[in-house]
């Protein structure tokens, strides 16, 4: 297993890439689809400044494991007019991503995930550190009924019906990250994230497993069950590996926390991962504020580097 970080930005720094030398980081993911050159001015990105920032990033020791595609919006979900093209420039985004030899790809589809600000506060945990905390408790409302479910549904399988044979062309895995918040019938909540690969069985379709959300569903009971189940069937693709306290099941409600400080034994799940023969990258996840820390987190992702870093130490010690 390797350890990969987030960023939102192509325009990083060579002081922020050097820290992440530094700390040991391997690879890298693109969190944000419109951020690489070219998306704004023709809608996908361009393939010559795609391979300098691959050759950026190799140059400092590291690689690119999984980027976001352009997103596909309300428009194209509503099928209002002239949206279809948001699919054609995924279609054409997945083209240029195989041409630079990047592994993967995720889609953003408006609707996917539910943050809502009405239940969030910030959390104060030890030393006064914040993160981010919701609590549901008599609120869970406006939850999509039957019918607008199967909506949404029908226009993820027009996009899926495209992308799929893309990604089958150009060598590339399809990943697809839990709903965050995960409420009763969002689209990739526990029901909805198993349709994914019961409608799609290619096997270049699967998931950005995160531990953090599903651990906000069902804490780690849950997290080991559904590892066991995806993991088997070789659809964890790469993994959020965040800790929270609470779920929505036990509490209606959840905080984030950093690794060593939530419900759940990192090492264990580590393990379970090991164990189904997962060896692609563990990324940390969403950052709490530390004291003194930046906007970029940087204290906060050094920390957590560091852990996993331990934990997969641990892991080879404890397999011998």
């Not at 996908?44 to 050759?55: F, M, S």
Request: hydrophobic fraction near 40%.
């Amino acid at each position: 297993m390797k350890v990969s970080v987030t960023l939102t930005r192509t325009d990083v720094s060579d002081s922020h890439l050097r820290l992440l030398t530094q700390i040991g980081v391997d690879c890298i993911d693109f969190g944000n689809g419109s951020s690489f050159a070219g998306v704004k001015e023709q809608g996908y990105p361009d393939l010559d400044e795609l391979l300098k920032l691959k050759k950026r990033i190799q140059f400092w020791g590291m690689d690119i494991n999984r980027v976001t595609l352009p997103d596909i919006s309300s428009r194209f979900v509503e099928q209002l007019e002239s949206s279809e093209q948001e699919l054609e420039h995924s279609v054409l985004a997945m083209k240029a991503f195989g041409e630079a030899g990047i592994p993967m790809v995720r889609q953003r589809i408006q609707g996917d995930n539910r943050f809502d600000k009405n239940v969030m506060y910030s959390a104060k945990q030890r030393g006064g550190l914040t993160a981010r905390g919701e609590n549901w408790a008599n609120i869970m409302t406006g939850l999509p009924t039957k019918e607008e479910q199967e909506r949404w549904w029908s226009r993820f399988c027009d996009v899926y019906s495209q992308l799929v044979p893309a990604a089958e062309d150009h060598k590339l895995l399809l990943a697809m990250h839990p709903t965050d918040t995960p409420l009763p019938g969002m689209p990739y909540s526990s029901l909805g994230f198993h349709r994914i690969i019961d409608a799609f069985p290619s096997k270049r379709v699967g998931y950005v497993y995160c531990v953090g959300t599903r651990g906000e569903a069902g804490g780690s009971s849950l997290v080991l069950d559904e590892i066991q189940n995806y993991g088997r069937k070789g659809r964890i693709f790469s993994v959020h590996l965040r800790n929270v306290r609470g779920s929505l099941a036990t509490a209606y409600g959840f905080e984030e926390a950093l690794l060593d400080d939530g419900d759940m034994n990192m090492f264990r799940i580590v393990l379970a991962l090991h164990k189904i023969g997962f060896n692609g990258c563990l990324n940390a996840d969403h950052m709490p504020q530390l004291e003194g820390d930046d906007n970029n987190h940087l204290l906060a992702w050094t920390y957590s580097v560091g852990y996993i870093k331990a934990l997969l130490a641990a892991l080879a010690e404890f397999n011998g």
